[in-house]
């Protein structure tokens, strides 16, 4: 494809994205490139790389294009986003002008008005200090009190971090082979890979990188999965032979890192209220090699869990959130997410707690965690809980996993964000049974 043919590309995937607002653009992404198999890998990247610029850099990009006061209370259309974010990543405006051509597969010419707009931009840098700080940390107004309350001194350095693009991070599966056998395929097919510096399984990437094409992957000896993600499967801790429930488990991300310590002995029960996100965890778990899990669908008025109230070791609650700690990878939820949201979801987090509560055997373990950075999903949400909750404790630091760094397994909870650890933000609390309810 052309460069203008890419533009267009990324223009109508941003459209895509912005008729579909209570759909993730990933999975937006997902349905565009499936329905336009005739894009390449490499169109694919960079039509995607630039549709993601511009949500990473939304409000910033909409403060700049409405600086004229005659444009205050206008539309900004995806093909505008896209000019700007050429011009700010050091495109000259003739440049830009010349792929608005109106040829075939190119967009349509750019306007007298948007060109003006466009203008207006010259000399100006995409970040300022004249930008209030929600618009240059791009973050909703209504968050800024609650990662003040956070964060404090830290928070700009916290929500800068958010902004940048993600690592790309693999979790090896020891059930087919050693982190060291991954490292030497992976560049025999032409991948640079690391160990990562806190999981004991992962490997980091750098960029955007066509992992999914790699024989490695088809063939189940490595998962993609951020490195804080596998350090909830480590904080849990999960031992062959135990009884395991992954309650809200999606996917089944966790539930193959928690099969794989398990070694494929015992049992792990995985529970989710979405029958789509059961049956896709299918094909995951067949290519891992794991045969020790088995799948229920939560519904409403559904006795199941009351049936098994005591009879697991240990209990996993990867509970519902904001997903503010994944923002660097799913960029457009900073724009959907509301205060009304938080609040239903800390409701929602509560209750399921206590479901799981009653689930953990005398002396078994409760592990709660978020990919949330946000202290009332998190360490108020723990406290809450062991209020209400009185045979719970925080797990003693003899019992908490060696699988852990030595940093966090000083802390019973513990908080992961980009700019402290190089994660996706998350929060992990491991807490034990210490009596029946």
Known sequence: MTPAARLSGAIDLLCAIQNAPHRPADAVANNFFRER????????RAISTLAWDVLRAWRRLHWHLRADLRYRHEDVSPRLLCAAMLHFVGQPLPSIQSLFSGERYAPAPLSEREMVMLEALEGQDISSEKQPLPIRLEYPDWLHPYLVEDFGDRLEEEMRALMGAPSLDLRVNLLKGTREEALRRLRREGFQGEPTALSPWGIRLEGRQPVTA???????????????SQLIAAAVDARPGQRLLDYCAGAAGKTLALAMTMENKGQIVACDVSRVRLDGATKRLRRADVHN????????GDKWAKRR?????TVLVDAPCSGTGTWRRNPDARLRLTEEDIKELCAKQAAILDIAARLVRPGGKLVYATCSLLGVE???????FLKRQEAYTLLPVEKRSTLLPEELRQEALFSLTPHGFGTDGFFVAAMEKTSQN
Do not use: P
């Open 37 to 44: 198999r005739y894009i390449g890998g490499g169109d694919r």
């Open 214 to 228: 790699a024989a490695l992957f088809r063939e189940g000896l490595v998962e993609i999965q951020d490195e804080g």
């Open 293 to 300: 899990v088995t799948r229920h669908l939560l519904s409403e």
């Open 309 to 313: 109230e005591g009879q697991f070791d």
């Open 378 to 384: 998190n360490g108020k949400q723990i406290e809450a």
